[in-house]
């Protein structure tokens, strides 16, 4: 009889806790256009299903709400979560790893809380159900979710290669973008461009009037033959064509306007300014549109304008069959002259321009003869191939804080340290 009369309590303790939900959430309802999501009240949290299919039946959407929840519940204990600084710089980075945590980084099992179903009829066409729980009932449960959560640097890396994995170049572009690493966000936004308008530009050395033939009957006519793109270089007239296209993507303006000839710098820092949100990246690119490759007669420079698509590795040539770089390979270890092994590594560039050690070299090369601009443009070109190799990006890090650009040189730090 008393273990009835216990049982008895806690179901009317539930109907009454059910009952003053669903009064409060009329309440905060009163006056406002339904939204899913989260809903704060002053007893409860209310936790509204998105689901609106409404051929389905109600037992289905609740049970869709009931999934729903749990992914809302994770999302506000992650809320209020003091992320570390350094890595999280912006509302959106913390925006990416609280959605990430919700959806694959931490479990919460919700059958074991007390809620209450706290329901609506249809609504504009939509049917709305949504899961109440009292503010006690979450604070009780939260330190227990909480204390599964990993240094935020594995998420970064999680997410990071999940992007990858999936080819998913515009949320890379993106994300980088929050790491604040423009030229990283550069790389991937020129990978999302090459893949959705099947303009992968390789490098090749022929005829320019036949090459723009081509290309127009590529992006004019959308003639996708999939043979073009192992044989036509870099094109302004279709990049031109392309930023008309993007005018809403500040981003990709800036990818294609380094991809074409940058003749006006000052649109370009207005970009800058457009896509940079710390602002520090302002003097950062004058300085780099100081190196100017354009206005350069040098054989190297005209090599980085070639290589500006998206190379395609060639083993037509094996690298141990480039006689130039051989000699230079050989007169580096005999520490020969560095201006003698510069030119051979630039004639090696001429005739295998996608091989990492060549620019590898010439790296060194101008790391003891200390011309740090020269070596800065050759990181900035072998990043375009290898975007998270750490030996790389820590040279340029380096670099860049030699040259007084200390923070950005911190945020590549930052990066380099959540890579695996």
């Known amino acids: ?26 309440d905060l309802l009163r006056d406002k256009e339904y939204q899913c999501g989260i809903l704060e009240g002053k007893e409860y949290v209310f936790f509204t299903g998105c689901s609106s299919d409404i051929t389905k039946s109600i037992k289905s959407l609740k049970n869709d709400t009931y999934f729903e ?18 890595l999280i710089t912006s509302k959106n980075m913390k925006k990416y790893i609280v959605e990430y945590v919700a959806k694959y980084g931490l479990p ?9 179903q706290v329901d609506r009829n249809r609504y504009n066409k939509k049917y709305i159900t949504a899961i109440a729980i009292s503010k006690d009932t979450l604070s009780k449960y939260k330190n227990d979710f909480l204390k599964g959560l990993k240094d935020v640097k594995y998420y970064i890396a999680d997410i990071l290669t ?20 423009i030229d990283l966000a550069m790389i991937y936004k020129q990978k999302e461009l090459s893949k959705n308008y099947y303009l992968q530009n390789y490098y090749i050395d022929n005829n320019p009037f036949s090459s723009r033939k081509v290309y127009e009957d590529i992006l004019l006519n959308r003639n996708y033959n999939l043979d073009y793109l192992y044989s036509v270089p870099v094109q302004k007239n279709l990049i031109d064509k392309l930023i008309d296209i993007k005018q809403n993507d500040p981003l990709a303006i800036l990818t294609l306007k380094f991809l074409s000839d940058p003749k006006d710098y000052q649109d370009i820092i207005q970009l800058v300014d457009q896509v940079d949100s710390t602002k520090l990246y302002k003097p950062y690119y004058k300085f780099i549109l100081s190196l100017n490759p354009f206005n ?10 070639k290589t500006k698509g998206n190379i395609y590795f060639s083993n037509n040539i094996p690298i141990d069959q480039n006689n130039f770089f051989k000699r230079a390979k050989h007169l580096f270890y005999k520490m020969g002259d560095l201006k003698e092994i510069e030119k051979l590594l630039i004639e090696a560039l001429k005739v295998t321009p996608s091989m990492m050690d060549i620019y590898d070299y010439l790296i060194e090369v101008y790391k003891q003869e200390k011309k740090y601009k020269k070596e800065l443009l050759m990181c900035n070109v072998m990043l375009r191939f290898e975007p998270t190799n750490k030996e790389i990006l820590i040279k340029k890090a380096d670099i860049l804080k030699e040259f007084g650009f200390d923070q950005i040189s911190k945020y590549y730090y930052n990066y380099i340290n959540s890579l695996r």
């Open 1 to 26: 009889m008393k273990v009835l009369f216990v049982i008895l309590i806690f179901v009317y303790s539930l109907f009454a806790s059910g009952i003053g939900a669903s009064i409060e959430y009329r």
């Open 69 to 86: 929840a749990e992914l809302f519940i994770k999302k506000y204990y992650l809320s209020g979560v003091d992320f570390k600084k350094k």
């Open 108 to 116: 919460l099992n919700i059958s074991k809380m007390p809620m209450a």
């Open 162 to 181: 999940r992007f990858k994995e999936n080819e998913n170049f515009h949320e890379l572009a993106n994300f980088y973008l929050q790491l604040h690493l």
């Open 296 to 305: 350069q007669n040098s054989d190297l420079f005209k090599m980085i304008n």
